[in-house]
């Protein structure tokens, strides 16, 4: 019996090449002017100057400053979670803790490489903005993805501690026990409470001691090794969510 055949993929149009390579042009300076200017000071009139166009032109591609700071939010979280995924995914299955650390290590790399970017994805709130949630929620937590996945695929081996090491751990309220709930669906994760409020401690205190160096918190030397530091951090927050030595 003949096979109806499948339709051609088409190709995009010159017009929608064009319109692709200038929205990528626009995100590439404004990444620009956020690392010189800072996030309340972006401006489509500066982008739009140096792409060598009036102002108006701008406005066909980005409507507002907000409009370019959900780009640039957007394409942080993406480029954040490639690079994350990358190391993960270079270390076996079979090595849970060598996962993590290398994840980790994703996270610091990126962050110190890109620090104007990283303020604007972790750093305080661009006044007068509000990210919508439908278009950075899921760019925005991939990392907290990685984390759980890394959590639930040691679990799901029999390669992660599940009780406490420092005893038992507070019971968790009804409103929070409502959002441990929401992360198990959110991330299709079948975990104890426990296993979850670890990955969420262990999620947050790297994101800390990343921001800690990246904004300088630990004083100019940073402490005279903070690459060391990190990697202790490492070792204990791996410990901490239970993952084998």
Known sequence: ??????????????????????MREIVRLGRQHLAVDGAAALSLRAIARDLGVVSSAVYRYVRSR????????????????DAVD??????????PRGRWQALGRA?????????????LL???????????????????????????TLGAEAYAAGRLRVDEPA???????PALAAGLDQVRAEFDADLPDAVVTRGVLVWSSLFGAVSFEVFGQYGPDGLGDPE??????????????????
Not at 107 to 115: D, F, G, H, K, M
Not at 167 to 173: I, K, L, M
Request: glycine fraction near 8%; charged fraction near 20%; proline fraction near 14%.
């Open 1 to 22: 019996m003949p096979t109806t055949p499948r339709p051609a993929r088409s190709e995009p149009t010159p017009r929608a090449r064009a319109r692709a390579s200038t």
């Open 66 to 81: 907000d409009e370019l700071l959900t780009l640039l939010l957007v394409d942080g979280y993406n480029e954040l979670g």
């Open 86 to 95: 990358a190391a993960v995914e270079a270390v076996p299955p079979d090595d």
């Open 107 to 119: 996270v610091r790399r990126w962050a110190l490489a890109e620090p104007a970017t990283y303020a």
């Open 122 to 148: 972790y750093g305080s709130p661009v006044p007068g903005y509000a990210a919508p949630a439908e278009e950075t929620t899921g760019p925005g937590t991939r990392v907290a993805r990685a984390v759980i």
């Open 167 to 173: 005893g038992p751990a507070p019971e968790p309220t």
């Open 228 to 245: 060391a530091l990190f990697e202790h951090h490492l070792t204990r927050l791996a410990d901490l969510l239970g993952l084998p030595r």
